[in-house]
């Protein structure tokens, strides 16, 4: 008795059970389980798990082709909307009536930041650039290969022609 069981093997066995039931008990009652079962229900029964496994494959295989149109479609469909939503705000503004008559409604501006605000940001974007170890096109350009580089807080050594 194999212990693995997919839909063939279950669909093999419950047809093995069906063949047999009708061969060799075709009318009557089967008591098993600790009830009496009509052999003509018994036969319903296991043929309706049959005919549930014989229904599961197309149907799977038509969600599977539904799924993969939808993402046909969105792959089309989506650019083009966003392009669609970015024409109408950009011809008709903040126009709200208008807007709102396509579903849409008008972008909220951003809030002013804080002067605390804009210099956190700044001190966060400094120590950024420190551990970053960014530079400047400035800095970039003091330093040569083979040549010190030169730091741009400090002036630069100046010789006297002698």
Known sequence: MSTIRTKITVKDRLQGLIKG???????????????SHPVVDLIK???????????????????????QSMKSA?????????????HLR????????????????????PAPRTAAQKAEAAAKAKET??????????QKAGIKAGAAPVSPTAPAPTTKPA
């Open 21 to 35: 039931t009708q061969q060799h008990t075709p009318n009557g009652t089967l008591t098993f389980g600790g009830a």
């Open 129 to 138: 650039r420190k551990l970053r170890g960014t530079m400047s096109p400035k």
């Open 45 to 67: 029964l296991l043929q309706s798990l049959i005919d549930a496994i014989d229904a599961e494959v197309p149907a799977k295989a038509a969600y599977q082709a539904s799924v």
């Open 74 to 86: 969105r792959a089309v469909v989506l650019p083009l909307m966003r392009d669609y939503v970015d």
């Open 90 to 109: 950009s011809t008709n503004g903040q126009n709200g009536t208008v807007l709102a008559d396509y579903g849409l409604s008008p972008r909220k501006a």
